[in-house]
């Protein structure tokens, strides 16, 4: 299957400061991504989706102010939480669709805010 | 909205045993369902997926059914090992758009 890789794996910061994932696409190219978050126990929920060259589309109840998504190429996507809270402590995930429309993910990043 | 729901939301089997998990769909539009298999702090990973114009897939110790008319799709994995402990995830998705409704999940545990 394709490869989707995203770093980091885990990130401990202070409250307040600014935290980057990076998404990408290894062997193909990705006009969409999609950014998730996941809480303990549940299912993914889809905060936002990332196209490249143009504005992120976010989903209902998302703050785009907090969650800052950067579309540069067709193999980078990246997902900024600014000025992170304990609140914001999550497990993010990303994806990248084929053009046959099926999601490949990424492993996941573990945010830890203290 | 559309929505999709997964039963049951735990299982857990003795190792050898068959499990089955379902969902039900609401968008008749659905025509793409794959399902995932997601391990503990891990990312998900598609074991297996269908698309509405068959009704069945197979690939080694896992299937998936689908019924269109009754919109729900199962996931079948026969002769389970302890390897197969996970949260299993089923998706729907339609043509033109890359959007993916998730299901609830499902915890399996294999009992050894």
Redesign the interface.
């Known amino acids: 299957?394709a490869v989707?890789s995203?770093h980091p794996s885990r990130v401990i910061c202070k409250s307040g400061t600014s935290v980057k994932i990076e998404c990408r696409s290894l062997d193909f190219q990705a006009t969409?991504m999609?950014w998730y978050r996941q809480f303990p126990?549940?299912?993914?929920m889809?905060m936002a989706?990332s196209n490249e060259g143009s504005k992120a589309t976010y989903e209902q109840g998302v703050e785009k102010d907090k969650f800052l998504i950067n579309h540069a190429s067709l193999t980078l996507s990246t997902l900024t939480v600014t000025s992170a809270h304990p609140e914001d402590s999550s497990?993010y995930?990303c994806?990248a669709?084929l053009r046959s429309?099926?999601?490949?993910?990424?492993?996941?990043t573990?945010l830890s805010v203290l | 909205g559309e929505n999709v729901e997964q039963h049951p939301s735990t299982l857990s089997v003795q190792e050898g045993d068959s499990a089955v998990i379902k969902c039900t769909y609401s968008d008749s539009a659905s025509n793409y369902f794959p399902w995932y298999k997601q391990e503990l702090g891990k990312g998900p990973q598609l074991i297996i997926d269908i698309r509405s114009n068959v009704g069945e897939k197979k690939d080694q110790r896992i299937a998936v059914t689908l019924n269109k008319t009754a919109k729900h799709f199962s996931l079948h994995i026969t002769e389970t090992q302890p390897e197969d402990s996970a949260v299993y995830f089923c998706a729907t998705s339609t043509s033109g758009t890359y959007k993916y409704i998730f299901g609830t999940g499902t915890r399996l545990k294999v009992l050894a």
Do not use: D, M
């Open positions: 299957g989707v995203q969409t999609f126990k549940q299912s993914l889809l989706t497990f995930i994806s669709p429309g099926i999601q490949y993910f990424g492993a996941g573990r």
